[in-house]
């Protein structure tokens, strides 16, 4: 099995038992690929704070996700070591979000990822930074 087709793999194992993300927030997986991740996620009434807009929570649980599907996709498990986020824009109903996940580094256990948060007009309302940690195990049994 080569990188591609693991990342693939790890991408439709995590997704297919990861009910939070999928039933509750209504996210969907477009890409895991080595060091890459891409989810999309539509914005509803049931994700507005007292504001009338997304709330932070969600954007961050967005790119949240997609830094684990883009730090687990070497089928190696990895966690979060630490994370910061910083809001650009507001986000609205029926807007739609997409994070892009790249890896910047990958040093022994440790791993810098990038999320990227953009709206369905290519703004950047959101910009994330995720520190993981790989710990025992794998996704799959390979």
């Not at 509750?24 to 994700?47: D, N, S, W, Y």
């Not at 630490?82 to 650009?88: A, T, V």
């Not at 910047?104 to 309302?125: A, K, P, W």
Request: with cysteine; net charge neutral; aromatic share 6%.
């Amino acid at each position: 099995m080569d990188a591609i087709e693991r990342a693939r793999k790890v991408g439709e194992t995590m997704f297919a038992v990861d009910t939070a993300s999928r039933l509750t927030m209504g996210m969907e997986l477009l890409v895991c690929e080595p060091g890459r991740a891409v989810l999309r996620m539509p914005i509803k009434a049931m994700h507005l704070n007292g504001h009338q807009i997304c709330h932070g929570g969600f954007i961050f649980t967005l790119a949240d996700t997609t830094f684990a599907f883009a730090c687990n996709s070497h089928n190696k498990n990895a966690v979060a070591a630490g994370c910061s986020i910083e809001f650009l824009k507001p986000v609205h109903q029926d807007d739609v979000l997409t994070c892009e996940g790249l890896e910047q580094t990958l040093s022994g256990r440790h791993g810098i990822y990038d999320m990227r948060v953009q709206n369905q007009r290519g703004e950047v309302v959101a910009m994330f930074r995720g520190k993981s940690a790989q710990i025992a195990g794998t996704v799959f049994p390979e």
